[in-house]
């Protein structure tokens, strides 16, 4: 009897050994699969950390004077792509659709010293606008949430004028509006 019960608590430790290992070194892996991503885009980082660095060295071995004629010919379709971005990832959390945006500097406000800014200030005294006509397309209440958020945006921006038309495609009426805003950003 004690020959016969040595293998069975054997084998039922083995089993049990099993059953409790398996799960644990399931998460393990998962866990380890897990750090190799953070590792990788912690590396991802620390390369766009460089280039950016490398980026800023090479823009300030430029003579102030050569800096300010490149930020001149340098084109602000950067700027405008981020602002559409952003305008259609707001458009799409209120069920809209962005059909048109246009856009058109301020010649008025350029070179403007923003209110309450010192020369000397850090980022300086000088900002931008833009007129940008936006054509969104939607439900009342999905129009009335995108100004909601707009108007409580990081980004400010002035509504000017709304214009509301309603259209019929492929069978369906649609709204559309087309707000004008007036955008601001430090130059």
Request: aromatic share 8%.
């Amino acid at each position: 009897m004690k020959n016969f019960l040595s293998p069975v608590l054997l084998v039922l430790v083995a089993v049990i050994g099993y059953f409790y290992i398996l799960p644990a070194y399931d998460h393990v892996a998962l866990l380890k699969d897990k750090r190799d991503k953070h590792v990788e885009l912690l590396d991802s980082i620390q390369s766009i950390g460089t280039k950016i660095s490398n980026l800023e060295a090479q823009y300030n071995s430029f003579a102030p004077r050569e800096r300010g004629l490149l930020t001149r010919l340098i084109p602000r379709e950067a700027r405008e792509a981020v602002i559409v971005n952003d305008l259609t990832a707001l458009a799409e959390i209120h069920n809209l659709s962005v059909t048109a945006v246009t856009f058109e500097k301020a010649a008025s406000d350029e070179g403007q010293q923003a209110i309450g800014e010192a020369d000397d200030s850090l980022f300086g005294s000088r900002y931008a606008t833009w007129d940008s006509v936006v054509t969104v397309q939607g439900t009342y209440d999905g129009f009335k949430g995108f100004l909601t958020d707009l108007g409580r945006s990081i980004r400010i921006a002035d509504v000017s004028h709304i214009k509301i038309a309603q259209s019929e495609t492929g069978g369906r009426s649609l709204t559309e509006y087309q707000i004008t805003i007036t955008i601001y950003s430090l130059e």
